[in-house]
């Protein structure tokens, strides 16, 4: 097919090159091209060591805990008894609600290792099974963040924040399974795994003996971990990285080169428009949007700023159950959702679970705001 107008002219190269480099030369020209080069190496290889493969330990354990959940009948029985909740709620399958509960306890990934294992994906069809990556995500580090939180002295606050991400939670699973099901029609009714494949593993694992059953689920499910933990590491270090360096300043001494420096690019947008940010969420300094921009990347980043910001003043108690809520519902998802798209071999979904999540994290932080508006008049 012919490029049609200036098109014809312009090599398609060009403009991701002028795009990238017009970035970077930005960036450098704040920083020093040195000190971008050597901030964005040591941010990427520190989110490496101390977070991604904190990640994948995580994956590995859930993993192995969520497979023996599947083998001896935890499953089955969550996808019994709390049918009636997820359905009208989610419209998820039951068993769904141990996916919530093992990222609320570990990290996004961990429903991804839920979610490889065949007898837990033949609970649903494909639209529903892809929105998994939405609904998982929404709690995940619930307890690390919630935990931190009261630690800082706000005991109600955190609550809140836990039930405006359950109520972002809703929206975002919701609205990626329209987004879904108008893109692929046909994944309103396939299944993602067939019956007759889950019971021939079924009959195969009843000949075995429990111990044995125990170490296969301990060892497979581990296994399974570590791909997740893998797949994750290009994404977590490319945009987390790339979200840092717009969002956070110059250290003490200035630009050194070090990790988790940049140009404060977000922020300065943000108090543009602050206006728009104590209206919907309550903020009373553009500072505290530092925490739901630096949570897009890594909620445990986020959760570093808090101190400081409680220290200057700048977070009242309205400002945790928000920030609990965004950062709860939005987890780090830009830097986790492709790669969980991709091991679920659905990537060409990505953007359409972004924006679903975008929405859900905006849902959360306002309804947060005008709960604890109401907990206020109490």
């Not at 398609?12 to 190496?41: D, E, K, Q, R, Y």
């Not at 000949?207 to 570590?226: A, Q």
């Amino acid at each position: 097919m012919k490029q049609k107008g200036i098109g014809r002219f312009i090599p398609a190269g060009v403009p991701c090159l002028l795009v990238v480099g017009g970035l970077f030369t930005w960036i450098g020209s704040v920083m020093g091209t040195s000190n971008m080069l050597n901030t964005i190496m040591k941010t990427a290889h520190d989110l490496l060591l101390n977070t991604v493969f904190y990640l994948m330990a995580i994956c590995v354990i859930t993993g192995a805990l969520s497979k023996i959940f599947v083998e001896f009948g935890v499953v089955t029985l969550l996808e019994k008894l709390l049918r009636p909740l997820m359905k009208p709620l989610f419209n998820l399958p039951g068993v769904a609600s141990l996916g919530a509960v093992m990222t609320f306890l570990s990290d996004n990934p961990a429903i991804i290792s839920l979610a490889q294992d065949k007898h837990f994906s033949s609970y649903f069809k494909k639209y529903q099974f892809i929105s998994l990556t939405n609904f998982g995500t929404a709690f995940g580090m619930g307890l690390l963040v919630i935990v931190f939180m009261v630690g800082q002295g706000f005991y109600a606050e955190p609550f809140i924040g836990l039930f405006g991400a359950f109520c972002g939670c809703i929206v975002s699973t919701r609205l990626m399974q329209r987004f879904v099901v108008k893109a692929y029609p046909e994944y309103l009714t396939e299944n993602v795994c067939e019956t007759e494949e889950k019971e021939a593993e079924s009959e195969e694992e009843d000949g075995k003996s429990v111990f044995v059953r125990i170490l296969d689920s301990l060892l497979d499910g581990g296994r399974t971990g570590v791909d997740v933990g893998i797949a994750i590491i290009p994404g977590v270090l490319i945009i987390s990285t790339l979200v840092m360096i717009l969002t956070f300043g110059a250290g003490p001494d200035g630009y050194t080169g070090a990790a988790y420096q940049g140009i404060e690019a977000l922020p300065w947008l943000a108090g543009k428009i602050d206006f728009v940010f104590e209206f919907l969420f309550g903020f009373t300094d553009p500072h505290v949007v530092a925490f739901p921009i630096t949570a897009l990347g890594a909620v445990g980043a986020a959760l570093g700023l808090v101190p400081e910001f409680i220290a200057n003043g700048w977070m009242d108690g309205n400002a945790i159950a928000v920030c609990t809520a965004i950062g709860m519902c939005w987890s780090g998802y830009l830097s986790t959702h492709t790669a969980m798209l991709d091991s679920l071999g659905y990537r060409n979904l990505t953007s359409k679970a972004i924006i679903a999540h975008t929405i859900g994290g905006l849902v959360a932080a306002i309804i947060a705001h005008w709960t604890y508006m109401l907990f206020a008049l109490i």
